[in-house]
């Protein structure tokens, strides 16, 4: 009887640790699957398992090394450089996840705009989005990634490239702008599809209107 006991409590704590291994071999099989640097949450993996016990593989396979924990909640196999190593993951990418799980729009403004059509160099500490989804704050190392939630018509944009322009030259000011700047605004505007830039056009202030207008006119006297 003790004997059968015992080999039943076996038997039940190797289940479970078999159970236990299948979650983290199908977790890693899964993100192994998927190109280095791509981002994981949590809720990616529920079919595997409850949410506790996909938590807890996650956990596992980071301690081990296998995966890396980015920020809170969201874990990737890295991009390897072969000469600097590890690849960091950019606030910009962690901020497009969490978009699209949460199936939200988002919006860079301030000096990330300005960084991303090459009219700064600064490298912010902080960057902003607005967002129709909940306002939030994430640490990212010494960094920070803050959602503000915003009006609808501030996330109407549809245009990549004319979305940044707007929060650029919001970022600038009225009457701030130099001749370069518009000049370097409006050569990356020409690379906008015509449809996106004349929709977004619309949504701006007057004042960026005016300046956005002459992005139109190489390509309406094509």
Request: charged residues 30%.
């Amino acid at each position: 009887m003790i004997f059968c006991n015992k080999y039943i409590l076996y038997l039940r704590q190797n289940t479970k640790h078999n159970q236990l291994q299948s979650i983290d071999d199908k977790i890693i099989a899964k993100i192994k699957k998927a190109r280095r640097g791509s981002l994981f949450f949590g809720e990616d993996f529920l079919r595997f398992g409850n949410s506790k016990a996909v938590a807890k593989a996650l956990e596992r396979l980071a301690q081990k090394g296998e995966i890396s924990r980015v920020v809170r909640g969201i874990y990737a196999r890295l991009e390897i450089d072969p000469i600097l190593g590890p690849v960091t993951v950019s606030t910009e990418a962690i901020a497009e996840a969490i978009s699209r799980r949460d199936r939200t729009r988002i919006v860079p403004t301030g000096v990330m705009a300005l960084n991303a059509l090459g009219l700064s160099s600064q490298v912010p500490i902080n960057v902003v989005y607005l967002t129709d989804g909940s306002a939030r704050k994430i640490v990212y190392g010494n960094r920070k990634i803050i959602f503000k939630k915003a009006s609808a018509k501030s996330l109407a944009a549809i245009g990549k490239i004319s979305r940044l322009a707007i929060q650029a030259l919001k970022e600038i000011g009225k009457d701030n702008a130099t001749e370069k700047e518009i000049e370097i605004i409006l050569k990356q505007l020409e690379k906008e599809d015509p449809y996106r830039l004349k929709h977004d056009i619309r949504l701006a202030p007057e004042w960026i209107r005016v300046i956005m207008r002459k992005a139109l006119k190489p390509v309406e006297n094509d």
